[in-house]
């Protein structure tokens, strides 16, 4: 009896069928591996999380125009609601829990995550403002989607305000005109409102983000917002497109249009943008990209097959040549590289309606989601610790031989660097591999 109850719990626990599996799965997205590079650490600070709801009123109402009906004489317009996640530094003190809860790629399936960021923890009471990073996810995804990063980044000194972009979530995904035209508009408006509340008495914002000194962190769609936010205006082409925002609404992008010369906002000092869309399909080119005014950040998988790499995320890197940027790319790394959270484990499970187990949107078929988090990490800690902290120690980190498997381990008895030292900054022995960085300046 004893065998045979042994074999039926390791046939049930083989196959996943045992009850309590999901039940027990900590989906923890603040994993560090013990290869992680040396910026990927949590930051001295405790985190707290908030959730914001906001709405930006009188919106074009992309949804409610009709693309196959005549333009009409005036557009409908809505008021835009948008959820948006805030977490930030929080009182030595503060405790409490430590769960988020979070829908799937499927729309239906809410899990619960688990990090370090308390529930409504009291903001630490700092002598000044912490500099403000909006993140914002891919079509579709969700707030949580970065969460890893965000909180990481709030625990070193930085609000971080990560927004569900309506119609552009797992559960309110609509037509992509709505996507197209938002995500820019949707970015600013809550550098403005995180600006408004950082001001107003009694917010728990209020002398906690600097808004004055941003940063806006996108992922696919969100990257595509970021690189529009920095200045990149759409094509022509790309706003007549039959399939693409209805009756020339995407024109509000327009490179050299007065809508967006006027939507660049000096507040946002830098972007990092993991695999922009849009390159591929025309949204720029190399002339509308020279409008990107404000340094840059780029993270890619090698092999990307949405956003496209050589002449997708790698083009648009090349085009914005008016600024200094960096081009962080993981070496046979699909479109997931470095940005989606792990996959939690309910996600283990193929989707009918979808046509694809659901664990795909967030995994890459050669690198390990937390390794990739990891160094997304480091990296973005290095690159807005220079860009919005003016912290120069940051420099080393980005001065690198451009491919990691030429770098070279040569260190003194002391620990001191040999000059034939050429190994990543902040990477361990061996483990600085399968990844390139590099460098254009202004101009180049």
């Known amino acids: 009896m004893l065998i045979l109850r042994s074999t039926i719990v390791a046939l049930a626990l083989a196959t996943g069928a045992a009850s309590g599996i999901a039940a027990l799965a900590e989906n923890r997205i603040d994993t560090q591996r013990h290869d992680a590079p040396d910026l990927a650490a949590y930051g001295d600070h405790k985190v707290g999380v908030r959730t914001l709801e906001m709405v930006n009123p009188d919106q074009i109402d992309i949804l409610a125009i009709d693309p196959a009906a005549e333009k009409p004489a005036e557009f409908p317009r809505y008021d835009r609601p948008l959820t948006i996640e805030v977490w930030y530094p929080a009182d030595s003190t503060a405790e409490g829990s430590t769960e988020l809860k979070a829908y799937l790629r499927d729309g239906k399936t809410e899990v619960t995550l688990v990090g370090r960021a308390m529930r409504d923890a009291a903001p630490l009471e700092a002598d000044s403002a912490f500099p403000l990073v909006i993140v914002s996810h891919g079509y579709p995804g969700n707030r949580f989607l970065l969460a890893h990063l965000a909180e990481n980044l709030a625990s070193k000194g930085y609000v971080v305000a990560s927004i569900d972009h309506t119609d552009s979530t797992y559960r309110t995904r609509a037509a992509f005109g709505s996507t197209l035209v938002n995500r820019s508009l949707d970015q600013l408006f809550v550098l403005d409102e995180i600006a408004r509340l950082s001001s107003e008495d009694g917010n728990f914002l209020k002398g906690l983000a600097d808004a004055d000194n941003a940063a806006v962190v996108g992922y696919s769609m969100g990257g595509y917002g970021a690189v529009i936010t920095a200045g990149g205006g759409v094509t022509q ?34 972007i990092v943008a993991f695999g922009p869309w849009g390159m591929e399909r025309g949204f720029w080119d190399a002339e509308t990209l020279k409008g990107v005014e404000i340094p840059a950040l780029f993270i890619a998988g090698s092999v990307d097959d949405v ?22 790319t993981f070496d046979n790394a699909n479109h997931n590289a470095g940005a989606p959270m792990p996959a939690p484990a309910e996600a283990d499970k193929m989707d009918e309606g979808l046509g694809f187990n659901l664990a795909e949107h967030y995994n890459d078929a050669v690198w390990d989601s937390v390794r990739m988090n990891n160094i997304s990490q480091h990296f973005v800690t290095a690159w807005l610790g220079r860009h919005l902290k003016g912290d120069e ?24 660097d040999k000059p034939e ?24």
């Open 237 to 270: 082409a790309a706003v007549d497109l039959s399939w693409g925002a209805p009756h020339g609404t995407l024109g509000v992008h327009l490179s050299g249009s007065d809508s967006h010369n006027d939507l660049p906002d000096p507040r946002i000092k830098t």
């Open 307 to 328: 956003s496209g790499y050589e002449n997708g995320v790698r083009a648009i890197w090349q085009g914005a040549s008016s600024v200094e940027r960096s081009l962080l």
């Open 421 to 444: 030292h050429t190994h990543w900054e902040g990477f361990p022995n061996r483990t600085a591999k399968g990844l390139r960085f590099e460098v254009l300046k202004a101009g180049e």
């Open 393 to 416: 120690t940051m420099a080393s980190y980005l001065d690198l031989v451009p491919n990691a498997n030429d770098g070279v381990w040569a260190k003194a008895e002391d620990g001191s």
